[in-house]
């Protein structure tokens, strides 16, 4: 086993971290998910809190509220005519959070109160579980490694080195080297061609192949808000949201040879971050049926630090192994969000509410890598040329079936940042639709919501092994919540 640390000489960013870690579906409380968070011109849930902070100010009373959330999801990718489905379940907490006040004015006119608020909402969710086979495959992974070994003319004795002195993008040549699984070429005599390579198999020699992914983790955001209420018609918000990222991922790629042996490769991919950003919005009543809402999200500036791990290990007459550690830091910002709302409430037995985000993707950026030392240039201009703006909508509405008794249903539409295909990189190849229902009961100071929430997604999945370069593949997550509020 050879282990080396290289601290800064790996940069594995890519327009797919820029995109996962920008694109946030808010999930909250129950009430909020089975509306399709449509949150932002209502007000008066604690998910509103991470949407448009005005909405603080809506309520009359405190309140705590707890979201346990169950997530379930499928994942199936498509080769040469195979489907192949993988799942991943997981408990959670989707929300977290209490909401005061303190009365100011008791003729209900002026400044009326000073509401506030602190908790959690979870932003983001990661888990996901998949994996594909090829049988028979005439192409390996070991041929790609040594034609680009050939190609990119490296020396024996440069992949000889430690990892710290060998580039990134030559790291797996140097794990074949390392493991046996790629020689230099012999010419007729037998002797050997420095800077030329071949696989360890025979010619012709057929393999079996299977790649599976495993990733989990999330964002969730710490909110600390304040909100006014000025004559119950007019409503002004700001929150702090301090938010933890976390994401980890495995690929794990093998191959059995035809002829005996095998090799297994593991990419090992962890990044934790923390983040923070300011939010600010408004709500206006003219009337006692119609609310309009406008909020402002700074972007986010993340300090994150990442870890990247490639190991490979071959089974031939003996098992060898060999890997490389990379630590990175650097700092991220997603792109400013501006979000319209409106709500219709029809005469205390219904409502509907619409939310439209805007979000230019373009804007996100990559800064002061590797402890300042860069600043990303080349990757931020391609975030530049690829990315464009969206819009996200989300709708929904709710009837009330009795005084205590109501039930919901919501759509969330959320755009495809993507300008068209990338080459080397997973990418989003459809805008995500998200649909859910929910009910809420009432009683005394007590509520109980429960929602279900579905989310589609379609990308295709870049690797590095040719066999599955980009392989399109179907993430359908679903989610139930279950809110328990108590108002004091």
Request: hydrophobic share 35%.
């Given at each position: 086993?050879?282990?080396?640390?290289?601290?800064?000489?790996?940069?594995?960013?890519?327009?797919?971290?820029?995109?996962?870690?920008?694109?946030?579906?808010?999930?909250?409380?129950?009430?909020?998910?089975?509306?399709?968070?449509?949150?932002?011109?209502?007000?008066?849930?604690?998910?509103?809190?991470?949407?448009?902070?005005?909405?603080?100010?809506?309520?009359?009373?405190?309140?705590?509220?707890?979201?346990?959330?169950?997530?379930?999801?499928?994942?199936?990718?498509?080769?040469?005519?195979?489907?192949?489905?993988?799942?991943?379940?997981?408990?959670?907490?989707?929300?977290?959070?209490?909401?005061?006040?303190?009365?100011?004015?008791?003729?209900?006119?002026?400044?009326?109160?000073?509401?506030?608020?602190?908790?959690?909402?979870?932003?983001?969710?990661?888990?996901?579980?998949?994996?594909?086979?090829?049988?028979?495959?005439?192409v390996s992974y070991l041929d790609d490694i040594a034609n680009y070994s050939?190609?990119?003319?490296?020396?024996?004795?440069?992949?000889?080195?430690?990892?710290?002195?060998?580039?990134?993008?030559?790291?797996?040549?140097?794990?074949?080297?390392?493991?046996?699984?790629?020689?230099?070429?012999?010419?007729?005599?037998?002797?050997?061609?420095?800077?030329?390579?071949?696989?360890?198999?025979?010619?012709?020699?057929?393999?079996?192949?299977?790649?599976?992914?495993?990733?989990?983790?999330?964002?969730?955001?710490?909110?600390?808000?304040?909100?006014?209420?000025?004559?119950?018609?007019?409503?002004?918000?700001?929150?702090?949201?301090?938010?933890?990222?976390?994401?980890?991922?495995?690929?794990?790629?093998?191959?059995?040879?035809?002829?005996?042996?095998?090799?297994?490769?593991?990419?090992?991919?962890?990044?934790?971050?923390?983040?923070?950003?300011?939010?600010?919005?408004?709500?206006?009543?003219?009337?006692?049926?119609?609310?309009?809402?406008?909020?402002?999200?700074?972007?986010?500036?993340?300090?994150?630090?990442?870890?990247?791990?490639?190991?490979?290990?071959?089974?031939?007459?003996?098992?060898?192994?060999?890997?490389?550690?990379?630590?990175?830091?650097?700092?991220?910002?997603?792109?400013?969000?501006?979000?319209?709302?409106?709500?219709?409430?029809?005469?205390?037995?219904?409502?509907?509410?619409?939310?439209?985000?805007?979000?230019?993707?373009?804007?996100?950026?990559?800064?002061?890598?590797?402890?300042?030392?860069?600043?990303?240039?080349?990757?931020?201009?391609?975030?530049?040329?690829?990315?464009?703006?969206?819009?996200?909508?989300?709708?929904?509405?709710?009837?009330?079936?009795?005084?205590?008794?109501?039930?919901?249903?919501?759509?969330?539409?959320?755009?495809?940042p993507y300008k068209k295909p990338v080459d080397d990189d997973s990418f989003?190849?459809?805008?995500?639709?998200?649909?859910?229902?929910?009910?809420?009961?009432?009683?005394?100071?007590?509520?109980?919501?429960?929602?279900?929430?579905?989310?589609?997604?379609?990308?295709?999945?870049?690797?590095?092994?040719?066999?599955?370069?980009?392989?399109?593949?179907?993430?359908?997550?679903?989610?139930?919540?279950?809110?328990?509020g108590f108002k004091f």
């Amino acid at each position: 086993m050879i282990v080396f640390f290289a601290p800064v000489l790996i940069k594995a960013q890519k327009l797919s971290d820029a995109f996962r870690f920008s694109n946030n579906q808010i999930q909250g409380t129950a009430r909020s998910a089975g509306m399709g968070n449509a949150m932002g011109a209502l007000g008066g849930d604690f998910t509103s809190l991470s949407i448009n902070p005005a909405g603080s100010g809506i309520y009359r009373s405190g309140e705590f509220v707890i979201t346990p959330v169950y997530n379930f999801s499928n994942s199936e990718i498509s080769l040469n005519n195979n489907k192949f489905s993988d799942n991943h379940t997981s408990i959670n907490l989707s929300n977290i959070g209490i909401v005061g006040q303190f009365k100011v004015s008791a003729n209900n006119t002026g400044l009326v109160s000073i509401n506030y608020g602190f908790g959690i909402n979870r932003l983001a969710n990661f888990n996901s579980n998949s994996f594909v086979t090829k049988n028979g495959s005439a192409v390996s992974y070991l041929d790609d490694i040594a034609n680009y070994s050939t190609g990119e003319k490296l020396y024996n004795s440069y992949l000889s080195q430690d990892y710290s002195d060998v580039e990134y993008r030559d790291w797996n040549a140097k794990l074949a080297w390392e493991t046996y699984l790629m020689n230099p070429a012999v010419d007729n005599q037998g002797n050997e061609l420095d800077q030329n390579y071949v696989s360890i198999l025979h010619e012709n020699e057929k393999v079996d192949q299977i790649k599976s992914y495993s990733v989990e983790g999330g964002i969730n955001e710490y909110v600390l808000n304040f909100g006014l209420n000025f004559n119950h018609n007019f409503y002004f918000g700001t929150t702090v949201g301090i938010e933890d990222l976390s994401y980890r991922s495995i690929s794990l790629y093998e191959e059995k040879f035809e002829q005996g042996g095998s090799f297994t490769y593991r990419d090992k991919y962890t990044v934790n971050g923390t983040g923070v950003n300011i939010k600010v919005g408004a709500i206006y009543k003219p009337n006692n049926f119609i609310r309009l809402g406008l909020a402002f999200h700074s972007p986010t500036l993340y300090q994150i630090d990442e870890e990247s791990n490639l190991e490979m290990e071959s089974v031939l007459a003996q098992t060898y192994n060999s890997y490389g550690v990379n630590n990175y830091n650097y700092e991220f910002y997603n792109p400013t969000k501006i979000i319209f709302s409106s709500a219709i409430i029809i005469n205390k037995t219904g409502l509907l509410s619409a939310d439209i985000e805007y979000q230019n993707y373009s804007n996100v950026r990559f800064r002061k890598g590797g402890n300042g030392s860069d600043n990303f240039t080349d990757l931020n201009t391609i975030i530049d040329n690829e990315f464009k703006d969206v819009l996200n909508l989300r709708l929904g509405g709710e009837i009330k079936i009795t005084d205590n008794f109501g039930v919901r249903a919501g759509g969330e539409f959320y755009g495809n940042p993507y300008k068209k295909p990338v080459d080397d990189d997973s990418f989003l190849t459809d805008d995500i639709i998200t649909g859910s229902v929910g009910f809420g009961y009432t009683v005394n100071k007590f509520s109980l919501n429960a929602a279900y929430r579905q989310s589609l997604i379609k990308t295709s999945q870049a690797n590095d092994q040719p066999t599955f370069y980009q392989l399109p593949q179907k993430d359908s997550k679903n989610q139930i919540l279950l809110s328990f509020g108590f108002k004091f």
